[in-house]
């Protein structure tokens, strides 16, 4: 599938998914200041081409937490706010920025960390690295985290030979509507 029509698409819903959710993202960040102090969470990632970016999010754990997975944090140290911006997605909400930027897809592999060793390696071999990574694809919506690096770097490279317009679509919905749990602390 030719890319630009979704770079395109990404562009243009970020730049009005912003527009729309202001009100949202500016009442989660003064709620987010009593909750953490800090309510904006960046962290390097993975991007394409392996280069690092910074992906901008809610913060849905205190400041001095480690820096780890989701799949290897603690519930414990979720907040409340940080439970309920996790349950309704709304954590996610500032990676529109990442989209808009260009650093990221809406659909795509989920970006990692670089100390993500074995699944850095798994998706290497496997080329997920050639596409921008996503706010949700085809691992997300069927419930894959990290926890299993082969398993999600062979979805994600499924995902990648099989994208089209309708699948782009499709997984943005289901993830809207609540398939999946992506990635998790568990």
């Known amino acids: 599938m030719n890319t630009f029509p979704i770079r395109t698409l990404d562009f243009l819903m970020a ?13 989660v960040t003064i709620i987010g200041y009593f909750d953490t102090g800090s309510p904006v969470f960046i962290q390097e990632r993975v991007g394409k081409k392996k280069r690092p970016f910074n992906l901008i999010k809610f913060r849905t754990m205190p400041v001095d937490t480690k820096s780890v997975a989701s799949h290897l944090a603690s ?7 940080g439970s309920f911006l996790r349950k309704s997605k709304l954590d996610e909400l500032p990676q529109l920025i990442n989209v808009l930027k260009g650093e990221m897809s809406f659909v795509g592999p989920r970006p990692n960390l670089f100390n993500q060793e074995e699944l850095i390696t798994e998706r290497d071999s496997r080329g997920v690295y ?7 694809g085809l691992a997300q919506v069927n419930t894959i985290d990290m926890s299993t690096p082969k398993r999600l770097a062979e979805t994600d490279q499924k995902m990648i030979q099989t994208i089209s317009l309708k699948k782009y679509f499709q997984y943005i919905i289901k993830t809207a509507t609540g398939s999946g749990l992506g990635d998790r602390v568990k």
Do not use: E, M, N, R
């Open 15 to 27: 730049f009005f998914g912003l527009l729309v959710t202001f009100p949202i993202l500016l009442i």
């Open 75 to 81: 519930t414990a140290s979720i907040t409340k706010l």
């Open 130 to 136: 050639d596409v921008l990574p996503g706010i949700t």
